[in-house]
Structure formats: C-alpha cells, structure tokens
C-alpha cells in the first residue's frame, strides 16, 4: 500500500507532488511527506495524517529543488507519526518505499553492529543505511542501489534520491507496481498511472526485479544486476480525473448514486442490449471446455466472487473452487490446466490475489482477470480482461466497484452456461432481459429506501453488534453488508448463513442485537422466515430487507422492514446491494466517522 512519487523536472516540483500524491491517498493515509534536492541540500517536509497536514506544512515553509520524491503512508512497521514519515533520510539519501522489507530486522542488527543510528521505526530505514553504507564504501550511486537491491528480500517499490547527484532518481521494482512516465525535458516515478495522468500519459510500467535510473531526459532500465532490460513504453488510459463529489457529501454516496449509469456502461459491454445475447467479449474464456473455475478475490471482491460461485455452478454446471486470497495462494490446492481461473479486483493491484494469480498461472490454467483498474499488474498478467467500467472508485469502501463485478459475473456466468450447453437461446435471452432491467430498477429503488435509511442509521448508531442473516446468494451478501457496516461505522457485524444461525451464532440474540435479515421471495424464502421467527423468539430486533411478495408472505414483527421491487433472482443480489451500502453509508454518516477514509485501511493493498 502506500503511494510514492518522483520528478526529476524543469520547474519546482514540491506542489506537483503533492498533487501527485492526492491522487495516490487511496493507497494510505496515515502520514505523507516530501523530499526534494536544491543547491546541494536536501531537505524535507513530514506530517502525520491526512495530506492537507502536509500541505499546510508546506505553506508555512515551502520547499525549492527540481527534482524531488515524495509518499503517502499506510503504516506497516511503526507508529504513524512525523518520525516514521517518509522520506527518510541517511547521509544524503532519501528514501520513499511502498512494501515490506522482510529482512528488515536482521539488516538492522548488521548495520547497527557496524555503527549505524536508526531514528525509526520502519523497515525501510534500513534501505537508507544501505545505501548511505555502499556509498561510504566507495560505490557510485547505481551501484550503491543496486548492492542494496542484492541484500533486501520482501514485497517493495522504491525511489531513491542523492544529495550528490540531484538530477537522478533511482527506482526499482520487487512486487507493488512503479511506473515511468515520460514529460518533455522532465521525468515521472509513481506507483501508477493515475498520480502521473496530470504530467503525461506515455507510460512504461516496471516489471518485477527492474530499476530505473531516471534523469530529466530519460530513463534507463536495468535488472537487479545491472543489465540493460526493455520495457515498452504505452499511452496510458488514466485520466487526469477530477476528484470531484458532485453534490454530494462524500465520495461514497456519489458512489453509491452512481450504480445505475455505471453498471449500465459495463453491463453494456458483455451483453447485447438489442438482441438480448451475451456477446463476444463474455466469451473471452473457453468455458466450454473448462472442467472448472478457480476464483479468488480478497474482502468485498472475494464476496463478488462468491455470489459468481452461486451462478456459474447453478446456470453453467461448472464446478467452483473460491478461497480468499490469502489462503488461496498457500493452499497448494491440486488444479489442472484443464481448468479456468478468475481473479477479481477493483485496484487489480491486491498482493494477495496476485500471488494466487501466479499460483494459477503456475499451475497452466487460463486466467481470466475482472478488474477495474485496466492498466493494473493484475489486467496485465491475465490471458484475457474482464473490465469491470465502474470508474474511479474513491470511496475506501467499495460499493459501484462491488455492484459491476457482479454484473460482469452474471453475465459471464451466461456466457458459460450458453456454451456449455446448459441454457437454451431463450433462457438466455431471458436473462439478458432481466439484466437490461436492472439499472432502471436500480435508480427506482435508491429513490424509494431513501427516506427510511436515517432512522434506522439512528437506532444502528447506538447498537455495539449487529448480526446480518441470508440464504442463497443473500449469504454473501450478508457478509458483504456486515463488512460494509464495521469498516465504516468501526460497529462490529457479523454475515451469516441463515441456515448457520441454530448453529451457534443465535447465542448473541437479545434485545440489544439487530439482526438484518436479506430475505427476497426466492425458492429460500420460507426457510429464511424460520430462521427470523428463531430471532423473534428470543427477542432479538429485526430490520427484514425483502422484495413486495416478501413483505406480503410474512407478518412478523419488525424494528424495519424494507421493501423493494420484486425482480429475479439473477439480479437480486445487486439490487439488495443497495440498500446495504445505504445502512453501512448512513449509520456511518450518522456517527461522524471518516467514511470515506475510515481508520486504518486503504484502497489498494499491495502488502500480505
Ligand atoms: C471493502 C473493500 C475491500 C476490497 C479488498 C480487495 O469495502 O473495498 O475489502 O474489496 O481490499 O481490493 P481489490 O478489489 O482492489 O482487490
């Protein structure tokens, strides 16, 4: 995580890269800094929390140079306050690094013994002593990087700056993405494309184990040892966006108002509207043949992927292996080539699903990747492309990203079933309809559960848990609404399986405990019905989210009941998104937390 930026230029650059840095503050945000080099000083500039701290700093004492590095932090190793900031500073090398140095410790025993004073807490002062140690020992600044390079072992993406050489910016790539970019008379360093689209749009982006030796004329790369690599250079897509909430209060509430059109945009590219069949692009994988899917995602992906698990097994027969990442990657699970494997990320860039990536690409299987971000390490390493069209998603709690992998999923999950054979023309045309229904049904339901979300956000505000029961593709949603609800109110929730509740979690039921049942009229209905008189029973308050046959099938007492539209069960989950992004948005609102930004997470995770 964390975000890192450098330019070498022909004007100051201290405000650029903070400008740089506002569009990396999705990757952390716990600290940021700015280093630049000026008449043979280097100086800096650090501030714990959000960015505007350091803009402030930097308005009471700006910072001249033209060439400079600068970082956002999601603190991995030390607290995060000014002393653990990056840049970090030895002997006239500076240091910004997004990763992990594994060996960090043992490195800082060495360097200790040999006389070195450590001022911080992090694992990536120790690549600053490194250095500061081989330049001391007579190496020139490359090699210095480069012997150092030779000696750290992790997950890292780093930029270092010289005291002695202020037109160069060494960066290198071992894991989280860096990439080049070329201005005119000026060069760029960032972790990706997006912190560099005000600057320029030709792109080269690093591979794993390369350095860059950056000047303001051009770039040089070379492996860990030295040699000469190539790498093509490409017009980037990202655009130089604005960061902009419209009308609204926070990124996620435009976010959230936005699933309509944007899931319309990325519906629209794997199904023909016209003649109501999947089209080409959905076929990108031979699932026809495919004897299975793997898919593996990480938190509100991974529940995508899970919900995509529900409807490639049902409509296409294909047999589903999902794990999370994490566990993906080190489960030495047996797969054949014969198999296809799916990855799904909004970032594309998530540590974790990229190893397992690896792990898939390792074992021969076809990788398909459903991304949002096109330009990512994960797109890039994936046989074919799924985009997800969402947009930028700013809001640190996923939402439109969450809702166009899923339609990319449905859709998909057609596709497969229509060349395995398992649906006729009309079944899949019938579905396609269903999806081409769904933007229209979603505008009406944002418009219809507005009203009722503040007061229930009040009595949720005042809750310490609250448990979240579904059955079918309700399950994940159920943990997806729990997950929505604790990363952004800090309320602790839970998802269950309905069916699990008698299992173990009906223990916690009182009168204190809100329990949100997702239950649409669906072949489940009446079992999620017994699960929720359980609930009644014992006390517990019920807050019934379901469709108009639900309301009408069930006479229970509830704290709230709302109702949507009835809709197929194809895109239900979708549409029972909304209003469990709505509760988590509202109750957060309500508390006064950061929503946006909430404590301690980060947009993109390119750390295990
Ligand atoms: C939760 C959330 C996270 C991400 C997860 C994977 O709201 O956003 O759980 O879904 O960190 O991130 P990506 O999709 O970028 O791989």
């Not at 490409?234 to 996620?252: L, P």
């Not at 899970?306 to 489960?331: H, N, Q």
């Not at 509760?583 to 301690?600: E, K, L, S």
Request: charge should be negative; hydrophobic fraction near 45%.
């Amino acid at each position: 995580m964390c975000g890192i930026v450098g330019i070498v230029g022909k004007s100051p650059v201290a405000e650029r890269l903070v400008d740089a840095l506002k569009r990396l503050e999705y990757r952390g945000y716990d600290s940021a800094g700015v280093a630049t080099v000026h008449d043979g000083v280097m100086d800096r500039r650090r501030a714990p929390g959000k960015l505007f701290n350091l803009e402030k700093k930097l308005d009471g004492e700006p910072l001249a140079g033209l060439t400079g590095i600068a970082h956002t932090r999601w603190a991995t190793h030390g607290v995060p306050n000014e002393t653990n900031a990056h840049p970090h500073f030895v002997d006239g090398v500076a240091v910004v690094h997004n990763g992990i140095i594994e060996n960090f410790s043992e490195l800082r025993d060495e360097l200790t013994a040999a006389g070195a004073v450590f001022s911080t807490q992090t694992d990536t002062e120790v690549v600053a002593h490194l250095v500061a140690h081989y330049l001391k020992a007579g190496m020139s600044n490359r090699e210095a990087v480069l012997a150092t390079l030779g000696r750290v072992t992790g997950a890292f993406a780093l930029a270092v700056m010289f005291r002695n050489d202020p037109g160069t910016i060494i960066g290198a790539r071992s894991g989280p993405p860096l990439a080049i970019g070329y201005g005119r008379g000026e060069m760029f360093l960032g972790s990706d494309a997006i912190a560099l689209s005000p600057f320029t749009s030709e792109i080269t982006y690093l591979a794993d184990g390369d350095c860059a030796v950056i000047t303001a004329e051009d770039a040089e790369i070379i492996d860990f040892s030295g040699k000469p690599v190539s790498r093509a250079r490409q017009i980037s897509q990202a655009t130089a966006y604005v960061v902009d909430k419209g009308n609204h209060k926070h990124f996620m509430e435009k976010e959230i108002y936005e699933q309509p059109e944007v899931i319309s945009h990325a519906l629209g590219h794997y199904v023909d509207f016209s003649t109501n069949r999947v089209s080409k692009v959905a076929e990108g994988i031979d699932f026809a043949s495919a004897t299975g899917l793997a898919i593996s995602a990480c938190g509100t992906a991974y529940l995508a992927g899970l919900i995509g698990k529900y409807w490639f097994e049902r409509y296409a027969r294909l047999p589903v292996e999902i794990d999370v990442a994490s566990e993906f990657r080190y489960r030495e699970m047996p797969l054949s080539p014969s198999q296809a494997a799916l990855f799904i990320s909004q970032s594309g860039e998530t540590a974790d699903t990229l190893a397992s990536l690896r792990y898939c690409r390792e074992q021969g299987l076809k990788i398909g990747a459903v991304v949002n971000v096109t330009e990512s390490t994960i797109a890039r390493e994936a046989d074919a492309i799924f985009p997800t069209l969402a947009g930028p998603e700013i809001g640190v709690a996923s939402t439109k990203a969450f809702t166009c992998q899923l339609g990319v999923l449905a859709s998909l999950a057609i596709a497969a079933a229509k060349a395995r054979g398992t649906i006729d023309a009309a079944d899949e045309q019938a579905m396609v309809k269903h999806l081409a229904e769904m933007p229209r049904i979603m505008s009406r339901v944002l418009n219809l559960i507005q009203p009722q979300m503040e007061s229930l956000a009040r009595e949720l505000s005042r809750c310490r848990d609250v448990l979240y029961l579904g059955r079918g593709t309700s399950y994940p949603l159920a943990m997806e609404g729990a997950l929505k609800l604790k990363e952004i109110s800090y309320i602790h929730a839970e998802g269950y399986a309905a069916g699990e509740l008698k299992h173990g979690p009906i223990a916690l039921i009182d009168e204190n405990m809100p329990v949100i049942v997702i239950a649409p009229h669906d072949r489940f209905f009446e079992k999620t019905v017994s699960n929720m008189q359980e609930v009644a029973a014992r006390g517990g308050r019920i807050i019934f989210i379901t469709d108009e046959k639900g309301a009408a099938a069930s006479n229970l007492p509830t704290m709230a009941t709302i109702v949507l539209p009835n809709v197929n069960e194809i895109i239900a989950p979708m549409v029972f998104s909304l209003p469990i992004q709505l509760i988590a948005y509202h109750t957060a609102v309500f508390m006064g937390t950061d929503v946006d930004q909430p404590r301690n997470l980060a947009k993109s995770v390119t750390v295990e």
